[in-house]
């Protein structure tokens, strides 16, 4: 961009610079051996002496264009040379070569001469001008150019209709695949580079609305032919949008069975200022409405359940080193923010509500997020306020809490001997549709209930290792809980054996 800009500049400069040539209207007296006549027309008039040897030259004449009267004009006086110009007709007919010598005289050799009012107007109002002149000229043609940049995220141009930004060139007909597989991302390690994300943005269009939320809206949008997700947050919930946002662009945060993140962009719609999260897009759907609509075989179920806590561990874990990725605890794990893929395996979204945590500083990030996650799946701890909020460690068990109520809903959904339960959430027989705080409270904590278990599951071999697993998740006392890389490992083994044909108790 710079160079472009410089390059306009430089052509207007030469424009105005050959128009003031063209323009060069004043007559001149010219005596010396450059003239071919008494008189010269040209842009001003010169006189000048030069003593070599200690005889002088004395010559007068035009000085056409502004080459010349730099090098002529304002070129710095020395004692053997002196030089008037002048810009009216004929000035120069009464400059004497005596009177130019008289100034050499009152020059002696090593003092420098002074420049006269009229050189000393030249020097400085001149470029002056000029560069008044180029100033107005560019502005408008840079602006033409150039879209002004992005000074802060959150200064929103309602003429545009957008933030008032950086424009990325057209991404072409990369597919999703290869940006997200080849291109440099700013040092995000997980969505596509900040300029490139812009452009994706602008260039989706929204195709139908596949789900509503407390946050906003899901559309499935089109980009270049292939289906994105865009998660459209309202204005009064910017602080949930931000912050995944930039959980999402954490280094090294991408992973198989974490949702795949695009872009991040903010618009206008209809005088309303919106806010998109692009990101894949899976045609399933979040696991709570796979699960209503159909009912699972072990072997999926175990699939289902393992890749969730695979995603869990990669969250949880913090990776060392000069490009890192902090440890993350979603804080708002449930059915609704896991997504399942097209080969029945999951992987986690909504990451507004994490924190983020790193061993070097011990450093613990929870946004400014106030909210807490949903009640339904708080842990006994968050219900009854005595969870330690500057450990990072605590965050990690309120996870693994919920885990063990997702892997329950998995659970009912799963066929047995061919019977399956009807779907159902965690508490849906013991606490209203849209329970309080209180009423959570009071089941969880004072009268330590849990979800029911159907007898039947204890005659499955697969589901009784799940029941077994779902109740190390849910112990009263948070530290006596599983960790997301033991519960992965446990899983993964009673997958093994269902495969093998002897599943694991």
Same mark, same amino acid.
């Given at each position: 961009?710079?160079?472009?800009?410089?390059?306009?500049?430089?052509?207007?400069?030469?424009?105005?610079?050959?128009?003031?040539?063209?323009?060069?209207?004043?007559?001149?007296?010219?005596?010396?051996?450059?003239?071919? +006549?008494?008189?010269?027309?040209?842009?001003?008039?010169?006189?000048?002496?030069?003593?070599?040897?200690?005889?002088?030259?004395?010559?007068?004449?035009?000085?056409?264009?502004?080459?010349?009267?730099?090098?002529?004009?304002?070129?710095?006086?020395?004692?053997?040379?002196?030089?008037?110009?002048?810009?009216?007709?004929?000035?120069?007919?009464?400059?004497?070569?005596?009177?130019?010598?008289?100034?050499?005289?009152?020059?002696?050799?090593?003092?420098?001469?002074?420049?006269?009012?009229?050189?000393?107007?030249?020097?400085?109002?001149?470029?002056?001008?000029?560069?008044?002149?180029?100033?107005?000229?560019?502005? @408008?043609?840079?602006?033409?150019?150039?879209?002004?940049?992005?000074? #802060?995220?959150?200064?929103?141009?309602?003429?545009?209709?957008?933030?008032?930004?950086?424009? +990325?060139?057209?991404?072409?007909?990369?597919?999703?695949?290869?940006?997200?597989?080849?291109?440099?991302?700013?040092?995000? /390690?997980?969505?596509?580079?900040?300029?490139?994300?812009?452009?994706?943005?602008?260039?989706?269009?929204?195709?139908?609305?596949?789900?509503?939320?407390?946050? /906003?809206?899901?559309? #499935?949008?089109?980009?270049?032919? !292939?289906?994105?997700?865009?998660?459209?947050?309202?204005? %009064?919930? *910017?602080?949930?949008?931000?912050?995944?946002? *930039?959980?999402?662009?954490?280094?090294?945060?991408?992973? *198989?069975?974490?949702?795949?993140?695009?872009?991040?962009?903010?618009?206008?719609?209809?005088? $309303?200022?919106?806010?998109?999260?692009?990101?894949?897009?899976?045609?399933?759907?979040?696991?709570?409405?796979?699960?209503?609509?159909?009912?699972?075989?072990?072997?999926? +179920?175990?699939?289902?359940?393992?890749?969730?806590?695979?995603?869990?561990?990669?969250?949880?874990?913090?990776?060392?080193?000069?490009?890192?990725? @902090?440890?993350?605890?979603?804080?708002?794990?449930?059915?609704?923010?896991?997504?399942?893929?097209?080969?029945?395996?999951?992987?986690?979204?909504?990451?507004?509500?994490?924190?983020?945590?790193?061993?070097?500083?011990?450093?613990?990030?929870?946004?400014?997020? &106030?909210?807490?996650?949903?009640? %339904?799946?708080?842990?006994?701890?968050?219900?009854?306020?005595?969870?330690?909020?500057?450990?990072?460690?605590?965050?990690?068990?309120?996870?693994?809490?919920?885990?063990?109520?997702?892997?329950?809903?998995?659970?009912? %959904?799963?066929?047995?001997?061919?019977?399956? *339960?009807?779907?159902?959430?965690?508490?849906?027989?013991?606490? &209203?549709?849209? &329970? $309080?705080?209180?009423?959570?409270?009071?089941?969880?904590?004072?009268?330590?209930?849990? @979800?029911?278990? &159907?007898?039947?599951?204890?005659?499955? @071999?697969? =589901?009784?290792?799940?029941?077994?697993?779902?109740? !190390?998740?849910?112990?009263?006392?948070?530290?006596?809980?599983?960790?997301?890389?033991?519960?992965?490992?446990? =899983?993964?083994?009673?997958?093994?054996?269902?495969?093998?044909?002897?599943?694991?108790?």
């Amino acid at each position: 961009m710079g160079h472009r800009c410089t390059r306009v500049l430089f052509l207007v400069l030469l424009q105005v610079l050959r128009t003031l040539a063209e323009d060069g209207s004043i007559e001149c007296v010219c005596v010396g051996r450059d003239c071919m +006549a008494q008189q010269c027309k040209g842009d001003e008039c010169y006189s000048s002496v030069t003593v070599r040897d200690g005889v002088p030259s004395f010559h007068r004449g035009c000085l056409i264009g502004p080459e010349s009267r730099s090098l002529t004009c304002l070129t710095s006086p020395s004692a053997s040379h002196a030089v008037e110009c002048c810009a009216r007709p004929m000035c120069n007919a009464n400059v004497s070569v005596d009177s130019l010598i008289q100034l050499l005289l009152r020059n002696p050799e090593g003092e420098p001469m002074r420049y006269s009012v009229e050189t000393l107007v030249l020097l400085v109002l001149v470029p002056f001008g000029v560069l008044v002149l180029l100033a107005m000229l560019a502005v @408008p043609v840079c602006r033409r150019l150039h879209p002004r940049q992005l000074e #802060r995220l959150h200064e929103f141009d309602t003429e545009q209709g957008a933030i008032d930004g950086l424009i +990325a060139s057209n991404v072409g007909d990369s597919t999703l695949a290869d940006l997200l597989d080849h291109s440099c991302t700013s040092g995000s /390690g997980s969505g596509l580079p900040f300029l490139v994300q812009r452009t994706v943005a602008r260039q989706i269009s929204l195709v139908e609305c596949v789900g509503k939320g407390r946050y /906003g809206e899901v559309w #499935r949008g089109q980009w270049q032919g !292939e289906n994105v997700a865009v998660k459209i947050f309202s204005s %009064r919930d *910017e602080k949930s949008w931000f912050r995944e946002t *930039e959980i999402y662009n954490t280094v090294l945060l991408r992973h *198989e069975n974490i949702l795949g993140f695009m872009a991040s962009d903010m618009t206008s719609r209809n005088s $309303s200022t919106q806010l998109w999260l692009i990101t894949h897009y899976h045609e399933h759907g979040s696991l709570y409405d796979y699960l209503q609509r159909t009912a699972v075989s072990a072997a999926d +179920a175990l699939n289902m359940a393992a890749s969730v806590a695979s995603g869990l561990v990669h969250l949880h874990t913090e990776i060392l080193g000069t490009e890192g990725k @902090p440890a993350i605890a979603h804080r708002d794990l449930k059915s609704k923010n896991i997504l399942v893929k097209k080969d029945m395996r999951c992987c986690i979204a909504d990451l507004g509500l994490a924190v983020t945590h790193t061993q070097a500083d011990n450093q613990l990030d929870v946004g400014n997020n &106030p909210k807490v996650g949903t009640k %339904r799946y708080m842990a006994p701890e968050v219900l009854d306020e005595t969870i330690q909020m500057d450990c990072f460690d605590a965050y990690k068990r309120v996870d693994i809490w919920a885990f063990g109520l997702v892997l329950w809903e998995i659970a009912r %959904r799963t066929y047995s001997n061919g019977i399956v *339960e009807d779907y159902k959430p965690p508490f849906y027989d013991l606490v &209203p549709n849209d &329970p $309080s705080f209180e009423d959570m409270r009071k089941v969880v904590c004072v009268e330590q209930q849990r @979800p029911f278990i &159907p007898n039947r599951w204890f005659s499955d @071999p697969t =589901l009784s290792a799940l029941v077994k697993l779902m109740k !190390e998740c849910w112990y009263q006392n948070p530290s006596a809980r599983l960790t997301a890389l033991r519960i992965k490992k446990t =899983l993964d083994k009673i997958l093994s054996s269902l495969e093998k044909g002897k599943p694991d108790c």
